[in-house]
């Protein structure tokens, strides 16, 4: 079974300041990874997706995330937070051969301080 | 293109009675997926719907939920004798033709509150 842990359910930064959210995961086969962030009331969308490409991801936003397969981590960083990424994040990974069951993390909600 | 929709965004029901939530997929989208988010969880998988079949439905409660999408018109999630423990956000889903691998686009959600 395919499983996310996001390891902090909080993370405030200053505005122009980095990002990180951590995520760890486990799956019994070659996952795919997610990163999805959803603002409020609104749907989630995705910001970058990991499928045994290049272990350094590149989204929307200027944000990235690096697939580290000796630590099982997929966090997802920015190195300058703007007001606009406050949101909720949820790292993703999908279970392999079926692959449309995607199981998500708790999720991390971000602030930014002005 | 009009991303996905799903309505009512909020639905007040109370123990008893029946919830329906309705997903329009995005255009050109012939595949469907249901999440449930209770509070402080993340989104669990409940059903995988191609039009006029259920592909996995490993997800679903096994009482009283059941889904649908016909030929024609949306996607339905339907719970009939809402308990407390249904209030959640449900998320729909979809994805274009070729299905497995794709990304998944998602609406905005409905929250469902029984009181």
């Known amino acids: 079974a395919q499983s996310v842990t996001q390891l902090d359910s909080h993370v405030s930064v200053s505005e122009g300041t980095p990002v990180l959210l951590r995520c760890n995961y486990s799956?019994?086969?070659?996952?795919?990874l997610f990163w999805y962030v959803q603002h409020p009331n609104k749907g989630l969308q995705l910001l970058l997706k990991?499928?045994?490409?290049?272990?350094l991801v590149k989204g929307i936003n200027g944000f990235e995330a690096e697939f580290k397969k000796s630590e099982t981590s997929f966090h997802l960083t920015k190195p300058s937070a703007h007001m606009s990424d406050a949101a909720e994040y949820f790292c993703?990974?999908?279970?392999?051969?079926?692959?449309?069951?995607?199981?998500f993390g708790a999720g991390t909600t971000v602030t930014v301080r002005a | 293109n009009a991303g996905v929709m799903q309505n009512p965004r909020h639905l007040v029901r109370r123990r008893g009675q029946e919830a329906r939530l309705r997903c329009s997929p995005m255009?050109?989208?012939?595949?469907v997926y249901w999440y449930r988010q209770l509070p402080e969880e993340g989104l669990k998988f409940m059903v995988y719907?191609?039009?006029?079949?259920?592909?996995?439905e490993s997800g679903m409660p096994k009482e009283r939920f059941s889904a649908e999408f016909p030929k024609e018109g949306p996607s339905i999630l339907r719970i009939q004798q809402v308990v407390r423990g249904d209030s959640a956000a449900y998320f729909c889903?979809?994805?274009?033709?070729?299905?497995?691998?794709?990304?998944?686009?998602f609406g905005p959600g409905t929250r469902l509150t029984v009181l």
């Open positions: 990991y499928t045994s490409a290049a272990t």
């Open positions: 993703v990974v999908s279970q392999g051969s079926n692959d449309y069951k995607l199981s």
């Open positions: 889903a979809s994805s274009p033709l070729t299905g497995e691998g794709d990304e998944q686009f």
């Open positions: 719907l191609q039009k006029e079949n259920i592909i996995d």
């Open positions: 255009k050109g989208h012939s595949h």
């Open positions: 799956s019994s086969y070659s996952p795919s």
